[in-house]
């Protein structure tokens, strides 16, 4: 108690402190505040898939090796669907879209459609290997011959065109590396010196994504119409719909939560000053942390578009129970020197350790196996000290400038206390029941949560009327799928892939994959070096339809593979690498819930590898496989992190209270919260994501900062007047007091995010709010109910 004593006097001494040179200190905090945002312009978005996993993840440097060796898997995946495909007018807008596509989109790789897709043919022991429609045909009968050929070539069904020839396909593939502060060396390889080591490129960046991925809106918007309808959907838009509609609603919503804030401050304190000095506190805090991301170079992710409104919360939070003690004594009275130290004196303690205890919390999500996870705990706890220092220093400062004079208590104050003491008075009456109603309302909702389902599908974020979710859904139902897997094939040796037993293995790929469609597993068409020796060997043998198949002899298939690579045609270099040691084997499949196609990856990587077994190592990676690590990296974060955050908070919450029994109690207000929340989201159907993942975080921060005053008041009172039931009904009268304002602020402005189109940030506005309201009610009920008991029992053994 000593300890705790003289602490607070260091906090009524710092006030002084404060006050005596409010201008200073001021002036201080403002200098260093402008050069800590002097980065916050370099603050970046990334919505990126990869950018879910650590850059050191197995599975993504799996990813990163893959695209270094084949380019990038995500594409833009555009349809069209006329009237009838096999017309000539039709085939010539066809040719110029595929053109025009080729000629202005930036960093562009490479352009699939029926207008180059390859064909092979033999004449005379000769291989020609050239574009489908590199003449346009010329009259009826050419068009007869062209239809007859596309739909009886299994090289073009549900790849180029639909299996009912109705829909074509333009696959626009792009480079899977930046051009940013890269520059080639126009002279490479032509002097004498020593090649050095090539430094190894960045892949592309956001900002070359959203370069390629207006001009390709640009073109379709100049030739989308009724006879030549386009629809746009694949792996490479989805980030860039994500990142549009996160640019024009977060900041929309956090300003319209900000107003709402604001006007209810007015109301519970009735004074501007009141308004004023705790939004001063909580932006500048949350921009002089944003900042600091920026610096860093940690992104604005998905999940982390929250951040900014949980440090709000905190830092208005922290204002909120140091101006209602201070507005309280100022009131009352007392002059302002007295008043700013008495309100520091009795909640600068208490914000001490809560900044403390709800940093280390978060700070245990920086331990968590999916990096937007991480990268909040690490910047929340950093933010959570800067809210720490703006409340300590610029709150208390400003408080010494404005209000310029008291107000009298009104009617509402007096009508807020009654309720308050009523709420103590029901919980030190009947404590046994409340505390019974408590177990019970963890029990019901323990049941509910175990319903709870499991989600890693940002495509759901979106409205459903979006073009991309519609046209996304669309395209997997008539193709079979809009994205898909890769499957990297090492045979570890130079011309492994001559063996024609290599190739026997991985055609049997094929048949295992239309095993798992007929499953039900949603997968489309696949590519690999198979399709080329096929045709190949057909094209060779007077194209007649039964050698559409493997060579058996291996002199022959490296004849006919050499024969194709020097045919002119570029695919083989995108099938397999330059030594033919490898290749790469692409499974189209449709945009499912990443937490339900994980199994099927699993299951693939196995079978696979027993296919292949000695013969090759196989590798399932692609934009699936960073989706289904990202779906079990969601569990084992949730796991991980909130395992250690109450191993962490429970001790430090002992230590900090300074009893172990208070410590043990002051977690049922902590815990109940989040697992009525989990319920809740059972009940309304919202699944635990990476997004909602992060709600729990800021409750329990939240809730963890509420318990600490309620607890610390009430010790303090508990020991000048030994009564616990006039502990209680003081502690209602102030910190009470400020928990019931920190609520209704909160409440209000994170229940603005309720307007939002987007069904992630609805989710977010709906179980911050209520988890919010939870802990409130569970501190003014519960809290006190087991104090008391816990109070009474230790005086019963004491006597």
Known sequence: MALRGRIEVGFERW???????????????????????SQLGELRLDTSTEGQLHPDDPIRLEYDAFREQYGRDQRIMLTVEPPEVFDRDFLLRLERFHQDLESDVPKLDDIDSLINARLTLGREQELIVRDLLEEQPRDDAELAELREHVMNSPSYRDLAISADGKMVTVVVETDAYSSIGYEEDALAGFDDAEPAVPEPRPFITGEENAEIIAAVEAIIERYDSPAFPIRAAGDLLLPDALQKMMLREMPRFSLTAVGVIALLLSLLFRRLSGVLLPLSVAVLSTLVALSGMAARGVPITLPTQVLPSFLLAVGIGYSVHLLSAFFQRFD????????????????????ALTGLTTGVGVLSFASAALAPIAQFGAVAAAGILISFGYALTLLPALGSIVPRRPRPRGAGA?????GLRACGRLSVRYPRSIAGATAVLVVVSALLASGLRFSANPLLYLPEEHPMRDNTEYIDARLGGSVGFEVRIETGRENGLYEPEVMNRIDELNRRVARYSAEGGQLGRTVSVVDVVKETHQALNENRPEFYAIPQQRRLLAQEMLLFENSGSDDLERLADSKLSEARFSVRAAWIDPFLRAPLVIRAQREFSEILGEHAKVTVTGLIGIMSRTASATVESLTRSYLLAFALITPLMMFLIGSLRSGLVSMVPNLVPIAATLGLMALVGIPLDLFTLLVGCIALGLAVDDTIHFIHTYRR????????VEAVDRTMQTTGRALLFTTLVLTGGFSMFLLSSMANLRAFGLLTSFAISAAFVLDVLATPALLVLVTRRRGAARG
């Open 15 to 37: 006030g002084a402190f404060v006050h005596e040179r409010r201008w200073w200190v001021v002036a201080a905090v403002l200098l260093a505040t402008a050069g800590a945002l």
């Open 332 to 351: 009352a009275g007392a002059p302002r020197r007295e008043a700013l130290m008495g309100a520091l004196g009795h909640a600068g303690l208490p914000i």
């Open 414 to 418: 007096g009508f807020l206390n009654a």
């Open 717 to 724: 009172y508990l020991a000048r007047c030994g009564d616990p």
